[in-house]
């Protein structure tokens, strides 16, 4: 059933301390909203519970890229085409750049936005697992002033996070820290455009001679939310890729990631697909380490 839109109301703070005056008021009343594309389509359907909607798409201060003391900072307005188009993210943080040209259609790329796409936290969304591999601190603002976390630890369920209601994102870092890297990303969906993912992985990867030094992995829909696959990157840190060691490495790292997915069957895909998937995309990255 559609939702009745003279049952909502929409307001837009003039400016940001005003909108967080409004939160710190009254917690739980308002629902920010940016872009709007993942809201407008619960709208649209009536799954849309908020009936007070607080405008910060005009606020010019959270749409920002920039380099700063070895990170690349990215605002929380910062749309996915911003991303795309961005020549410092293609050249540091390419992973993040092929992400963000699968966030939707263009047009949802012109409006979607990175604090939006975090904060609707769906363990299936495209750009969660690159920023976990890639090290990102996440900033949240409130009237009381600001905090900084891992990104690691601010998806804690299905759309639970540790976002107060009285806090907005303000922005994203990820350290400059991997040239030299190997870099891997594959998504898997009914189509390869418009499609939420059946499973998702990116990786990054250090080797040293035939051996991994280091090895960073995030997914989507392995779990009820974004994760890195720390179990799997603990069994494959060391490991070799020498082709007499290739084949026992590879049944590791599989076996380890077996172990801490804990995919659910919906109408996109089965448990058991995404497991075989995610395994099978894990040791494509392994092999391509190992040429």
Sequence with gaps: MRSDVTEYELSAPATLQEMLSLLAAEPGKYTPIAGGTELMVALGVGRLQSRSLLSLQHFQ???????????????????????????????????????????????????????????????????????LVYGASITLISASGMRTLDYNDFHLGYKKTQLRADELVHSVRIPLAYQGYRQYIRKVG????????????????????????????????????????????????????????????????????????????????????????????????LRSLAE
């Excluded at 990170?71 to 188009?85: E, P, Q």
């Excluded at 590791?252 to 990631?257: P, S, T």
Aim: one cysteine or more; charged letters at 20%; hydrophobic letters at 45%.
């Design 190 to 285: 009914t189509r390869n455009a418009l499609a939420i993912s059946k499973i998702a992985l990116a990786g990054i990867a250090r080797t040293e001679g035939t051996r991994i030094a280091e090895i960073r992995l995030g997914a989507a829909s392995l779990t009820d939310r974004p994760i890195r696959c720390l179990a799997a990157e603990k069994a494959l840190t060391g490991a070799s890729l020498a082709a007499d060691s290739l084949e026992a490495t590879l049944q590791a790292g599989r076996a380890a990631l077996a172990m801490e997915a804990k995919p659910i069957d919906d109408i996109r895909s089965t448990a058991r697909y995404r497991s075989a998937v995610a395994e099978n995309l894990l040791e494509e990255f």
């Design 61 to 131: 201060e959270l749409r920002f890229l920039r380099e700063e003391d070895g990170h690349v900072v990215i605002g929380a307005n910062t749309t996915f085409t911003d991303l795309r188009r961005s020549a410092l993210i293609a050249e540091h943080l390419p992973l993040l750049a092929q992400s963000a040209s699968w966030t939707g259609a263009i047009a949802n790329q012109n409006r979607g936005t990175l604090g939006g796409n975090i904060v609707n936290a769906s363990p299936a969304a495209d750009n969660p697992p690159v920023l």
